[in-house]
C-alpha cells in the first residue's frame, strides 16, 4: 500500500443526507489519502454510510464508531488513528474542491521527495451559502508569501478579525501528536482551540493560493448561527479560557515576537466573539458569567487580562456603556454576516 500523504478526519452525526458530497469530493485523491469517517454515535444512517465505504473502499476509507463526543471527539479519534503524513478535518457537511486537492497531493508528494517538508500547510477555503448560492473566499496573499518555505517572522500583521481558521489549516501529524492536541467532549467551537494551541509547534509554513475548501453555510442549526449564540455561551466562555490558558504569553514574546503577536491576536478576536455569545441576547446570569471568565483569566495571568481587556478589540465593548458598546458588537457582527454570509 502507498505512503498516505494526508489523512482526512471527516467527524459526522446524523449526516446521511449530505456526507456522501464530502467523502466523495476527497475520494478523488486516490490512494494518496486516507480518509477516517468518524460516526459520533449518530441515530440516523450515518454509521451505515461509513461503513458502506470502508467496505467499497478498504485501501482509502475507514469507519469508526464511537459514543457521541461531540465534534472534537471526532477530530481527536482521527488523530488517534491517522496513519498519513498530514492532517486535515473536513465536516460531513463541507467538500474539498477535486483540481485543488490534486495540487495541494502534488505539492506535497514533491516537498516530501526533496525532503523538505513543512510542518503546516496552509490553504483558502470559501464560505458557501448554498441557498443563494452566494460565497465569500478568505485567502492570505496580503499575510503571507506564495508558494514559498516561510517562518514567522515574515508573516504580516493580521487586522481586524481575520485569523487562521481549521478549514485553512492542514497540519504535519507528527506536530499534533507533539503539541500533545485534544479537543474537549460535547464542545462547540473547538475548531478555534485546532487552529490556535499547536502554533507554537509550527516552524516552517507553506502557503498556497488555492480554494481548497468548501465551508457549508445556511442551515439554521450551524454552530455560526446568531441564534445559537444564546444556547450556547457557557460553552464558548470554555473554549476561551482553554486558549487563554494554553501558555504564558510572555514567555512565548520572548522566543518570538511575531508568533505572540499572531497569537495575542487570535485571543483578542475570540474574546471579542466570547462576549458577542453574551451580548446577542443577554441575561444576568450570561453576564455574570463573563465577568467570571474574566476574574478566571485575571487569577492566572494580570498581565494577559490587562492586554486583553484594555489594549486589544474587547476594549471597544469594556470602555463603553454597556448599551452602546452592546450594540457595537452585534453591528460588527452583522457587518460581517453580511460579508462573509453567515446564518
Not at 129 to 135: K, L, W
Not at 166 to 172: C, E, N, P, V
Amino acid at each position: 500500500m502507498n505512503e498516505k500523504l494526508i489523512t482526512f478526519a471527516v467527524p459526522s452525526y446524523n449526516s446521511e443526507a449530505y456526507m456522501r458530497k464530502c467523502i466523495d469530493s476527497i475520494l478523488s485523491g486516490g490512494e494518496d489519502v486516507e480518509i477516517i469517517i468518524v460516526n459520533d454515535g449518530s441515530k440516523d444512517g450515518t454509521g451505515a454510510i461509513a461503513d458502506e465505504y470502508a467496505s467499497k473502499y478498504p485501501t482509502i476509507c475507514r469507519a469508526i464508531h464511537q459514543e457521541n463526543g461531540g465534534h472534537g471527539e471526532g477530530v481527536n479519534q482521527g488523530l488517534r488513528n491517522a496513519n498519513g503524513l498530514y492532517y486535515k478535518v473536513v465536516d460531513s457537511d463541507d467538500w474539498v474542491d477535486e483540481e485543488a486537492l490534486a495540487k495541494l497531493i502534488a505539492t506535497v508528494r514533491r516537498h516530501r521527495d526533496a525532503d523538505e517538508l513543512p510542518d503546516m500547510y496552509i490553504t483558502n477555503f470559501i464560505y458557501d451559502r448554498v441557498c443563494d448560492n452566494e460565497s465569500f473566499t478568505r485567502r492570505y496573499v496580503t499575510n503571507m508569501p506564495v508558494e514559498q518555505f516561510f517562518g514567522w517572522d515574515v508573516v504580516k500583521p493580521f487586522r481586524t478579525s481575520s485569523v487562521l481558521l481549521m478549514h485553512s489549516l492542514m497540519y504535519k501529524v507528527s506536530v499534533l501528536r507533539e503539541c500533545g492536541l485534544e479537543l474537549p467532549k460535547h464542545t462547540f467551537y473547538v475548531d478555534n482551540i485546532y487552529a490556535y494551541t499547536p502554533l507554537p509547534y509550527v516552524k516552517k509554513m507553506y502557503y498556497m493560493d488555492i480554494d481548497l475548501y468548501h465551508y457549508y453555510i445556511g442551515r439554521a442549526d450551524q454552530s455560526v448561527n446568531m441564534a445559537n449564540f444564546s444556547k450556547r455561551n457557557d460553552q464558548q466562555n470554555r473554549v476561551m479560557l482553554i486558549m487563554a490558558n494554553a501558555y504564558d504569553m510572555r514567555e512565548l514574546r520572548k522566543k518570538s515576537k511575531p508568533l505572540y503577536k499572531y497569537m495575542m491576536h487570535t485571543l483578542a478576536c475570540i474574546m471579542m466573539i466570547t462576549i458577542m455569545f453574551t451580548v446577542a441576547v443577554p441575561t444576568k446570569e450570561k453576564y455574570a458569567a463573563l465577568k467570571q471568565v474574566w476574574s478566571d483569566i485575571k487569577a492566572k495571568d494580570k498581565w494577559l487580562y490587562r492586554k486583553l481587556k484594555y489594549r486589544h478589540y474587547p476594549a471597544v465593548y469594556t470602555f463603553l456603556p454597556r448599551p452602546i458598546g452592546r450594540w457595537a458588537f452585534i453591528k460588527g457582527y452583522k457587518i460581517a454576516q453580511k460579508k462573509i454570509k453567515l446564518g
